[in-house]
């Protein structure tokens, strides 16, 4: 593979345009080898824009996590209510168990969140 500015034998890739480049071209910024200042400024603003997703990602997990509880914690007073005041077998089984499915769903939330 040749360099696209020098014609000699490239060394590297750029990590954003996937030009190839020799020992003269490549700017290294951190780990990653570019080939320009542009490349480098727009790797770095897709790299925000990565931690940026991955953080609103973790936000909307945990808040996923405290709903879910919260409504294992309605379904299953709402289960002891059927239990006392209606006493529906289907209505009981059907609040209790969506209790624990929500209890299920608030536990896989909290794993993705950490």
């Given at each position: 593979m040749k360099?696209?500015?020098?014609?000699?034998?490239?060394?590297?890739?750029?990590?954003?345009?996937?030009?190839?480049?020799?020992?003269q071209c490549s700017r290294q910024p951190g780990q990653r080898m570019v080939c320009s200042e542009s490349c480098a400024s727009a790797l770095a603003h897709a790299d925000k824009a990565?931690?940026?997703?991955?953080?609103?990602?973790?936000?909307?997990?945990?808040?996923?996590?405290?709903?879910?509880?919260?409504?294992a914690a309605l379904s299953g007073g709402a289960a002891v209510g059927a239990w006392y005041y209606l006493p529906s077998?289907?209505?009981?089984?059907?609040?209790?168990?969506?209790?624990a499915v929500f209890v299920i769903a608030g536990y896989y939330y909290t794993r993705n969140a950490r």
């Amino acid at each position: 593979m040749k360099c696209s500015i020098h014609n000699s034998e490239a060394t590297g890739i750029c990590a954003y345009c996937g030009r190839a480049m020799c020992g003269q071209c490549s700017r290294q910024p951190g780990q990653r080898m570019v080939c320009s200042e542009s490349c480098a400024s727009a790797l770095a603003h897709a790299d925000k824009a990565m931690e940026l997703v991955l953080k609103k990602s973790v936000q909307n997990a945990r808040a996923s996590a405290f709903y879910s509880y919260l409504c294992a914690a309605l379904s299953g007073g709402a289960a002891v209510g059927a239990w006392y005041y209606l006493p529906s077998p289907f209505l009981i089984w059907f609040t209790a168990g969506c209790s624990a499915v929500f209890v299920i769903a608030g536990y896989y939330y909290t794993r993705n969140a950490r």
